[in-house]
């Protein structure tokens, strides 16, 4: 892998098979948990699609009649 200049920062370019093989996704965020002079291992940091889990699993249903008055929540 090639380390490249990204306006101020430094970029790591990921081959297309690592990227399957992990099921990357551009925006997804990786951490480093441990480096040495050429190795680095890295691990997807997964808050964000737990935090989201959590709230769907905890949503209450909609009925089916419900219609959101966006004047009415507005009110004062």
């Given at each position: ?10 970029a ?10 992990f ?28 935090a989201?889990e ?23």
């Open positions: 892998m090639l380390v490249a200049k990204w306006g101020n920062s430094l790591v370019r990921l081959p297309r098979q690592l990227v399957d093989k099921g990357l996704k551009a925006g997804d965020e990786l951490e480093v948990v441990s480096a040495s002079a050429r190795r680095i291992v890295l691990a997807r940091d997964q808050r964000k699609e737990l989201v959590r709230m769907r699993v905890r949503a209450l249903p909609i009925p089916d009649d419900y219609r959101f008055d966006r004047d009415a929540a507005n009110a004062r």
